[in-house]
């Protein structure tokens, strides 16, 4: 089921006819620093179940009728991320099912998923496209889901005071648990086979996951998205997400701008991939850094790039006043040295009305 709060076509002023902007983009919430979830249409070749689901809806998502598949199709599901790294834009899971039984004849052979990082922009994006595009098989068999993390939320994550901080390997799991759960419990999906690509230790990392859905075959390992189709659509799924979402941002930084100088900038201005070792991304930091607020929501302040930049490139240092003693009382400032009110202060003090005779 589709995100309700996703808007529809006629709501997207930003999309543009040379670029395909897939559903798992909310263009408003991604403009507004805003993380959030995508859910796809129950795929056609997915029987649905009659009795309602019991599960509290997950964020951002209003389940409809929940489905499953019989016990001889179950489904696979794969989970991978795009832009774990960067210093600019979001970073986004992805979760591909399908019924096992096509799991490699469908992905494998006849579109030749594979890690998103050895296709071309303009293969991902066709395969994205006909994972979109209703009577396309991919679409009639196979559903999706993404959990796009905001560089506004990571940084606020991660720059928490110790000993709260939520650090990124603890928000990608987050994303990994919600965006299994709302396919698994809330949509009742008859998964029963998970791929995911490992952050860090494979071994420890499954034995997390395994806690949290004992009831689900597990399988977490290096290089998963080249050994699994299912990991592989979701990597293709993350990354175009994540990329799109990145071009937007830049647009509206552009549109910005030129509304605030009244100017029309150069196409070629471009903050490239968005990388700290990409030199157009650095370099677009150097030229478009705020003196006092530094970048907006497309920017990861808790990057040591954006900390250094910030710090050595001509950031204005702000002296923020003093936080008052949280046992001053408003009579603290009326109160002359010996401990009487001021007698200019009499008015305010009556101003604010006497003490009457007590009632008996």
């Not at 983009?25 to 859910?39: H, K, P, V």
């Not at 299994?180 to 490992?198: P, S």
């Not at 494979?202 to 009831?215: H, S």
Request: proline fraction near 7%; charge should be negative; charged fraction near 20%.
């Amino acid at each position: 089921m589709e995100d309700s709060n996703q808007p529809d076509a006629s709501t997207r002023p930003h999309e543009t006819s040379s670029i395909f902007v897939p559903p798992s983009i909310d263009c408003n919430r991604l403009f507004s620093g805003d993380s959030f979830a995508y859910y796809s249409e129950y795929p056609s070749a997915i029987t649905p179940q009659d009795e309602p689901s019991t599960t509290a809806p997950v964020p951002d998502q209003t389940p409809t009728s929940p489905s499953t598949s019989s016990e001889e199709d179950y489904l696979v599901l794969g989970v991978d991320e795009a832009g774990r790294g960067p210093v600019l834009g979001p970073m986004v899971y992805s979760a591909f099912y399908l019924p096992h039984k096509l799991h490699h004849s469908l992905l494998a052979r006849d579109y030749s998923f594979d890690d998103s990082k050895v296709l071309t922009p303009a293969v991902r994006t066709n395969l994205m496209q006909l994972i979109c595009t209703p009577g396309n098989p991919l679409f009639e068999s196979c559903g999706f889901a993404t959990k796009l993390l905001s560089a506004r939320d990571i940084s606020a994550g991660m720059m928490r005071p110790a000993p709260g901080v939520y650090n990124l390997n603890a928000q990608a799991m987050d994303a990994t648990v919600e965006i299994i759960r709302g396919i698994v419990e809330v949509r009742k999906i008859n998964v029963r086979e998970v791929y995911i690509d490992t952050i860090g230790n494979p071994a420890v990392y499954q034995q997390k996951l395994e806690r949290i859905f004992p009831t689900l075959k597990i399988t977490v390992a290096k290089k998963a998205d080249s050994l699994y189709p299912c990991v592989s659509a979701a990597s293709v799924a993350a990354k175009v997400t994540r990329d799109v979402a990145l071009d937007l941002c830049h647009a509206e930084v552009l549109r910005a701008q030129q509304r605030e100088v009244d100017l029309e900038l150069p196409s070629s201005v471009s903050w490239g991939s968005g990388y700290p070792s990409d030199s157009k991304c650095v370099t677009w930091m150097r030229n478009n850094m705020e003196p006092v607020f530094g970048w907006g929501n497309e920017c990861r302040f808790s990057w040591g790039t954006s900390k250094e930049m910030l710090e050595s490139k001509g950031g204005t240092n702000v002296d923020w006043p003093m936080e008052d003693d949280e046992n001053t009382q408003l009579t603290d400032f009326l109160l002359t040295s010996n401990g009487s009110l001021r007698g200019s202060d009499l008015e305010l003090r009556d101003w604010f009305g006497s003490r009457t005779a007590e009632v008996l």
